[in-house]
């Protein structure tokens, strides 16, 4: 169950985003809110059905894991660009100046969550028992 703590930062990320920009209703605000912990603990449930069902010596272990991990990937990554996206918006806007830095810094922090999501996803919860 410890595995699963290196999803806290990609959700620190997402609800900080969320919580910053001011563009979006509250409604959309705590629907963003729910739905990323609604999906950790479908992937969760899900994972760990997936452990107690197969041996980690079986090949149907390692697809069905494969495959989850693969779409629960998909599913955190798409809207946590939306919602970073939306946040990088409100900061610009009230932000006056060069922005050619902050432009750099936001497609830099971009790649990485890019990164540690697939890192995260990938290999160490997609090879892990």
Do not use: C, H, Q
């Not at 660009?81 to 100046?97: C, D, P, R, T």
């Not at 810094?105 to 969550?113: D, E, N, Q, R, T």
């Amino acid at each position: 169950m410890l595995e699963y703590f290196v999803l806290l930062p990609l959700m620190v990320v997402v609800f900080y985003s969320l919580y910053m920009t001011a563009l979006l209703p509250n409604f959309i605000t705590y629907l963003g809110y729910g739905y990323f912990l609604v999906l950790t603990v479908v992937f969760v449930v899900l994972r760990e059905r997936i452990k107690s069902t197969y041996g980690f010596e079986s090949v149907d272990y390692w697809e069905k894991n494969a495959a989850l991990v693969d779409t629960v990937l998909w599913f955190y990554l798409i809207p946590g660009f939306a919602v970073i996206i939306f946040a990088l918006i409100y900061w610009f806007k009230g932000k006056e100046g060069k922005s050619n830095k902050r432009i750099i810094a936001s497609v830099i922090g971009l790649i990485l969550f890019f990164l540690y999501n697939w890192a995260i996803f990938e290999l160490f919860l997609g090879y892990s028992r």
